[in-house]
């Protein structure tokens, strides 16, 4: 608030008395002073809520507002996250829509492929071991194998048992379809189907 907007809230002989190097006039510039830095944070409060747009420990804080805390989750705050932050945004991004889809396999290869930054998880239930689901990870993030166990614990359905295993399998052994999101996460069998002319 500046100096001027102050002045006008004082009682009117207050502000007589607010004059150039009067001691209330310091005072109600200090004041102002003050006021600087949480109006600049007020002025751009849309900022702190937009995942590509915020500061780092703010999309940490995010995640937990969009279901992805098991993500960000760590013993202490001096310990770095355990993904890129250019993915955590992404995560951020496509919470809501990964929160909708959690549980499916749809769901479980979006949030692999977007914390991990690679493409070509391949879910396997093999028909020897019901309620069990093996994860196939690619090699290209057998370097990420901790972060692909915390995601597949989280996101997997809670009376299911997964594995993660680093190779490929056959395709037509796969369960559902999924990519990365260009805007929404949605599964591949949502696809409506076309209008028909009236």
């Known amino acids: ?20 190097g009067s001691v209330l006039g310091a005072l109600l510039d ?9 109006e600049a944070v007020l002025a751009e409060i849309d900022a702190l809520f937009a995942p590509y747009r915020a500061p780092a420990p703010m999309v940490a ?12 989750t760590a013993p202490r705050r001096d310990v770095p996250l355990p993904l890129p ?7 951020v991004t496509h919470g809501a829509a ?5 549980g499916t396999p749809d769901g479980l290869r979006t949030a692999l492929e977007l914390a991990t930054g690679v493409t070509g998880f391949v879910l396997d239930e093999p ?24 995601i597949v ?11 993660v295993t680093v190779g490929d399998a056959p395709a037509e052994r796969a369960v559902g379809r999924a990519s990365v ?6 599964p591949s069998s949502a696809v409506s189907a076309p209008e028909e002319p009236s």
């Open 1 to 20: 608030m500046r100096r001027a907007g102050i002045e006008r809230l004082l009682p009117a002989a207050y502000q007589r008395a607010a004059g150039p």
């Open 30 to 38: 200090v004041m102002e002073a003050l006021h600087a830095p949480d």
């Open 61 to 72: 804080y995010l995640a937990r507002w969009v279901a992805m805390d098991h993500l960000v």
């Open 85 to 91: 932050l250019n993915r955590l945004r992404d995560l």
């Open 98 to 102: 990964l929160a909708a889809w959690r």
């Open 127 to 150: 028909a020897d071991r019901p309620f069990h689901l093996v994860v196939r990870v690619p090699p290209a993030a057998a370097d990420q194998l901790a972060l692909v166990d915390r």
């Open 153 to 163: 614990a989280a996101e997997k359905p809670a009376a299911v048992t997964a594995e």
């Open 181 to 186: 999101p260009s805007s929404v996460v949605a």
